[in-house]
């Protein structure tokens, strides 16, 4: 029998044994939320050509010195272009263009005096010297904003509606992204029904493929349920070899793995030649838990209460996911809160997880358990040596879900 392992030990063994899946093209309206197989450059500046920021008049030069300050300048008006004009016009000594927001600069413009600075009559427009001796404004030029060449998304980021406009505008149509993963959910367990069944004396109604078809998803994979099984050996065998005909790129089973006469999976997983790597962790709860290649598919087969089920995907299997979609991070960052009220550890000489509400509180972090309706955005990690800490304490929390993977 393989030696129970760490938590940290575990989620090395894990990602020692996963890679990264091949890229695909999708069209960029589809790409939401998907992770970048590459870094995705600037191809155009912003903006692509030198630029006005407000409607007025573009000007050259003054052919003589600059009049009193209380004096206006007189110049010939030459034409005029619009945000969109395709046609560049040239501006000369004493000569102005009319010109609009965003429209593209004369050539020879040195500055733009606004609209509301100027007076037009007969041909010609008059504006005040004192425009000629301020600080040339009103003028984007080209690639002031963004040069080409400069990363739009990194490599390994999930792409969001802000980096599809930049995108866009960049003129990408199709992008590459990691694939994603799709896992086979398998349940165990005589005593379960699914939901929508009247449950009678002795069974009870499952939804961890529910919980872990949500989870999955929120994770980015593609999950199909492969329905629930009874503790019987040829059953069981028969589903996994299900799983596998289905070419899935991981299997989640649950239930199946306490120490009792119908927990049969680790027996399973031997009788259709799969390889484990562990079989127990060092943390409550954990014990029940087993990870192996089947036909070099990795099988995470967690128990069966719901709870042990949430807490153990995040902090195993989602990472697993995360590296196979190509995530520059795949572990959730540490971080330190202080608890909000007093924790009863169970047992000590384990790692203790925990499901928390995380909550910011002028500017620090909080946390308590949840209770049994909550839903957790978090995990308190709880050391093996307590058995109570007292509210304030300071202790390690994990964000769950999607925020895992951004902070």
Known sequence: MTPELSLRDAQHAILDRITPLDPENIPLPRALGRISAVSLKSTIPKPAFDQSTRDGYAVAAVSASVPGRNDLVSFRLAGEVAAGDPDRLAVRLDEAVRIMTGAMLPAGTKRVVPCEACREERGRVAMPATAFSEPCRFIRKRGSTLAAGRVLVPQGRSVRPDHLLALGENNYTVLPVCRRPRVA???????????????????????????????????????????????????????????????????????????????????????????????????????????????????????????????????????????????????????????????????????????????????????????????????????????RLEKGTAVTAHLVGRAAALF
């Open 185 to 387: 959910v398998l349940c165990t367990g005589s005593e379960l029904v699914v939901p929508g069944t009247r449950a009678r004396r002795g069974q009870k109604i499952s939804g961890n493929s529910l919980l872990l078809g949500g989870l999955l998803a929120e994770c980015g994979a593609e999950p199909f349920d492969q329905g629930t099984v009874r503790d019987q050996v040829d059953d069981i065998a028969g589903a996994l070899a299900a799983c596998l005909a289905a070419q899935p790129q991981v299997i989640l089973t649950t239930g199946g793995m306490g120490p009792g006469k119908y927990d049969l999976i680790e027996h399973v997983v031997d009788r259709l030649g799969g390889i484990v790597i562990y079989r127990g962790l060092q943390v409550r709860p954990g014990r029940a838990t087993l990870f192996a290649l089947l036909d070099n598919v990795p099988l995470f087969a967690l128990p069966g209460p719901p709870p042990a089920v949430r807490l153990l995907f995040h902090e195993l299997v989602a990472p697993a996911l995360r590296k196979m979609q190509g995530r520059r991070r795949v572990y959730p960052r540490p971080l330190r809160a202080r608890l909000t009220e007093t924790v009863q550890v169970k047992k000590r000489g384990r790692l203790n997880l925990k499901g928390a509400v995380l909550s910011l509180e002028k500017g620090l972090l909080r946390a308590r358990p949840t209770t049994a309706t909550e839903a957790m955005n978090g995990i308190l990690l709880l050391p093996a040596a307590s058995r």
